[in-house]
């Protein structure tokens, strides 16, 4: 991951969140197959990662595959899992140099078999790395996650008051700070079932780029948008 941008420290911003739309779109339009513009996208979060950790932004995560995304046609979902594996096992080791840990939020036990075993594999292996917690979001909904923390709360009760630190802890990943910015690509306006607790008061940006020409200067310009803004979280403007 040489060829680093310029550096720059923005210090109110933690945790940038990714909805990456348009991988189809974008290889449609250029008359090729849809798994043609899902590798076109993994080299646009090469990109992004490369960026990010040389904006000194400890957490980058990535919706990479919904819940709801099984519903797919089966030669796509097959090339998608197949992708990930090979993604994983060839970058693992340059994450690991590059001082990233990966983590991955999720139902992983609906994940197949094989592709768990990487998971896992990929979590120890990086997980001494301290510039950037790279989250990826595999099999995720923002409900189920929600509605899981609930099971586990209810079969743990012990009749007192729920609070917010408390549900927190029932996250898939509770130790990770919500996303300060959430950016969906490809012109569309909505949440997609991404983050709905964590994002509660996250800025949104969308752009009309579609994911695999997501560039450094794309992230940029969300940034600077954040930078902008004002966040009040309910209270009065400063």
Known sequence: MSDSPREEIFSSLQHIAIIMDGNGRWAQRRHLPRLLGHRAGVKAVERIVRATTSYHIPYLSLYAFSTEN????QTEVKGLMSLFKFYIRK????????????RFAGRIQGVPDDIREIMYQAENITKDGERLQLIVCLNYGGRQEIL????????????????DETFRKYLYLPDVPDPDL???TSGEQRLSNFWLWQGAYSELYFTSVLWPDFTEKTLKDAIDSFEK????YGGIQS
């Not at 099984?70 to 046609?73: G, Q, S």
């Not at 970058?91 to 990966?102: T, Y």
């Open 229 to 232: 803004r004002d966040r009040r």
């Open 148 to 163: 899981d923390a609930i099971q586990h709360i209810v079969r743990e009760s012990d009749g007192t008051d729920i609070t």
């Open 70 to 73: 099984w519903k797919r046609p």
């Open 182 to 184: 959430i950016i969906r």
């Open 91 to 102: 970058k693992i080791d340059e994450l690991r140099e590059e001082g990233v840990r990966l």
